[in-house]
Nanobody
Framework: QSQFVESGGGLVQPGGSLRLSCAAS????????IGWFRQAPGKEREWVSC????????TYADSVKGRFTISRDSAVNTVYLQMNNLKPEDTAVYYC????????????????????WGQGTQVTVSS
């Protein structure tokens, strides 16, 4: 059974950092494009970042560019979202997502292209 388990959320002060992790089992992340999304209370889910299947292309939403970094560690089949200089407006439930293995998708797939989703982890930025 394929699973995508998230961890790393929490409460942090403005300007602080967190690293979110998503550990995959039952499928190999090297064969998937990866995405991170978030959903704040009362708002629609929004895309945050993506990593191409090849691992060579990263893309970020303008709101997080220069502060967040997406990465993948093949040795432990895990993806990460390093979040620095966090702001109150970054408060949301964060979700990782992966495409099906070797699927023909763009380097930064659309939301509907992702088939594996993490359970979500809460990030709260507040003083």
């Amino acid at each position: 059974q394929s699973q995508f388990v998230e961890s790393g959320g929490g409460l942090v002060q403005p300007g602080g950092s967190l690293r979110l992790s998503c550990a995959a089992s039952g499928f190999i992340l090297d064969y998937s494009a990866i995405g991170w999304f978030r959903q704040a209370p009362g708002k629609e889910r929004e895309w945050v970042s993506c990593l191409s299947m090849s691992g060579t292309t990263t893309t970020y939403a303008d709101s997080v560019k220069g502060r967040f970094t997406i990465s993948r560690d093949s040795a432990v089949n895990t993806v990460y979202l390093q979040m620095n200089n966090l702001k109150p407006e970054d408060t949301a439930v964060y979700y990782c997502a992966a495409t099906a293995s070797r699927a023909r998708v763009p380097d930064c797939p659309r939301s509907n292209d992702f088939v594996y989703w993490g359970q979500g982890t809460q990030v709260t930025v507040s003083s």
